[in-house]
T-cell receptor, first 114, second 112 residues
Framework: ETGVTQTPRHLVMGMTNKKSLKCEQH?????MYWYKQSAKKPLELMFV???????ENNSVPSRFSPECPNSSHLFLHLHTLQPEDSALYLCASSLMSGSYNEQFFGPGTRLTVL | GQQVMQIPQYQHVQEGEDFTTYCNSS?????IQWYKQRPGGHPVFLIQ?????EVKKQKRLTFQFGEAKKNSSLHITATQTTDVGTYFC????????????FGKGTLLTVNP
């Protein structure tokens, strides 16, 4: 248990569905991240939020929409996804302090798009 | 954008053998981190290296950061079955110290 929780753990959705992934951190961190992990690819950073402000959008398609209502919660809203979006979606958080930036990952949501 | 090359992609060893994974960047890095992901699990932070030529040890694990701060390695002495998993390096090239670029990882399997 890393102090970062994600729900749901598994999600199957059709291409016309709308769903949301939720992440919550109980560590008092000030930065939160969404990553995508596909087979045979490196972990891909999608979004970064620092003190609730989005500071990075790594050229992610608009069918992924993040929301960070406060520094403890992060959502990823999904709509009209494609089968190639099937992957493990990982949330992480960190306490940015100088150059030290250990990231704590949640267990991930395994997403399958049919 | 920033790219980090990690080799090998896979490594299978007999229990008790040593293991090394290497990470290389074409640009100078501010720091580098290492993570381990067990099968079916999520990445777990192992260590961060910041200084040129830095060497850190954690029990059987030895981490090195190159003198030019462009490469790093993780060496495991006398592997055990509990070492099974994928080892990732994650590079920070400075500026935004919260943005990490991950290598593809090295999947280590250990034959008991």
């Amino acid at each position: 248990e890393t102090g970062v929780t994600q729900t749901p753990r598994h999600l199957v959705m059709g291409m016309t569905n709308k769903k949301s992934l939720k992440c919550e951190q109980h560590l008092g961190h000030n930065a939160m991240y969404w990553y995508k992990q596909s087979a045979k690819k490196p972990l891909e950073l999608m979004f970064v939020y620092n003190f609730k402000e989005q500071t990075e959008n790594n050229s992610v398609p608009s069918r992924f929409s993040p929301e960070c209502p406060n520094s403890s919660h992060l959502f990823l809203h999904l709509h009209t996804l494609q089968p190639e979006d099937s992957a493990l979606y990982l949330c992480a958080s960190s306490l940015m302090s100088g150059s030290y930036n250990e990231q704590f990952f949640g267990p991930g949501t395994r997403l399958t798009v049919l | 954008g920033q790219q980090v090359m990690q080799i090998p992609q896979y490594q299978h060893v007999q229990e008790g053998e040593d293991f090394t994974t290497y990470c290389n960047s074409s640009t100078t890095l501010s720091n580098i981190q290492w993570y381990k992901q067990r099968p079916g699990g999520h990445p777990v932070f192992l260590i961060q290296l910041v200084k040129s030529g830095e060497v850190k040890k954690q029990k059987r694990l030895t981490f090195q950061f190159g003198e030019a701060k462009k490469n790093s390695s993780l060496h495991i002495t006398a592997t055990q079955t509990t070492d099974v998993g994928t080892y990732f390096c994650a590079a920070n090239s400075g500026g935004s110290n919260y943005k990490l670029t991950f290598g593809k990882g090295t999947l280590l399997t250990v034959n008991p």
